[in-house]
């Protein structure tokens, strides 16, 4: 009886140090993924960073400022440019709504788009832009 108790008491503990066993080696495995997600995560965090500051530095004023000049071709404002809402003329009743159809230039017929000489046409990029 002490003989058989005594081995039931061995096998238990090979179980439960096999248990234990298995529960530090997940517990190490669980361990280092999350150390492998914390790194991944500080090196987004950085080129996150890297992105904020080349933004800051692309869009500092004087920068965009240059930009626009050099691609742009702006003019400053004149004063004579500036109107007022009240010296716009009103458009007369009935010319050009919405219900005469014929008048929209992208009009559809039988489901196909119709195009005329009141298109838009694409106009050839500035020769200083592009890449």
Not at 17 to 46: M, N, P, S, W
Not at 104 to 116: L, M, R, S, T
Request: hydrophobic fraction near 45%; charge should be positive.
């Amino acid at each position: 009886m002490i003989r058989a108790f005594n081995l039931g008491m061995l096998a238990l503990t090979v179980m439960i140090c096999f248990g234990l066993y298995r529960v530090t080696h997940a517990a190490q495995e669980r361990e280092g993924d999350l150390k492998r997600v914390e790194a991944q995560i500080g090196a987004q965090q950085r080129a996150i960073d890297v992105l904020k500051a080349e933004w800051t530095h692309l869009s500092q004023p004087a920068k965009m400022q240059a930009m626009a000049a050099r691609y742009l071709n702006l003019q400053p404002m004149k004063a004579t440019q500036i109107a007022y809402l009240t010296d716009i003329p009103m458009r007369p009743e009935g010319v050009g709504t919405m219900s005469d159809i014929s008048a929209i230039p992208f009009a559809k017929e039988n489901g196909q788009p119709v195009y005329d000489a009141s298109a838009p046409v694409p106009q050839a990029k500035p020769a200083g832009v592009g890449r």
